[in-house]
């Protein structure tokens, strides 16, 4: 079992910024893809950002292209989500997820059994 501890969030204007941290507690986060969804009230869990074991792949939501940067320090076992030019529309729970293995990158949030509790994203207009 894998138990993922976000950090991060908070309440930022539109055009600010904002830095999620990823970390699995107790163990390494080594062979695992680790990826960002969010959700936000009446809507459904959608896929943001993700990026591979090795952290030379990573993909993205074509909402967040250009805004968003993930990026993963395995030294320090943590990943993180960079997120500039944040918009309103960017409000939502953001969850850290990771599933092992060293394939390629999935989008869907049922093929990660890990989660992290969930960390607030508030942009104000």
């Known amino acids: 079992q894998v138990q993922l501890v976000e950090s991060g969030g908070g309440l930022v204007q539109a055009g600010g910024s904002l830095r999620l941290s990823c970390a699995p507690s107790?163990?390494?986060?080594?062979?695992?893809?680790v990826a960002w969804f969010r959700q936000s009230p009446g809507k459904e869990r959608e896929f943001v950002s993700a990026?591979?074991?090795?952290?030379?792949?990573?993909y993205y939501k074509d909402s967040v292209k250009g805004r968003f940067t993930i990026s993963r320090d395995n030294a320090k076992n943590t990943v993180y989500l960079e997120m500039n030019s944040l918009k309103p529309e960017d409000t939502a729970v953001y969850y850290c997820?990771?599933?092992?293995?060293?394939?390629?990158?999935?989008?869907?949030?049922?093929?990660?059994?890990?989660w992290g509790q969930g960390t607030q994203v508030t942009v104000s207009s």
């Open positions: 997820a990771a599933r092992g293995g060293k394939d390629t990158i999935r989008v869907k949030s049922s093929e990660y059994p890990y």
């Open positions: 990026i591979s074991w090795s952290g030379g792949s990573t």
């Open positions: 107790g163990r390494t986060f080594s062979g695992y893809i």
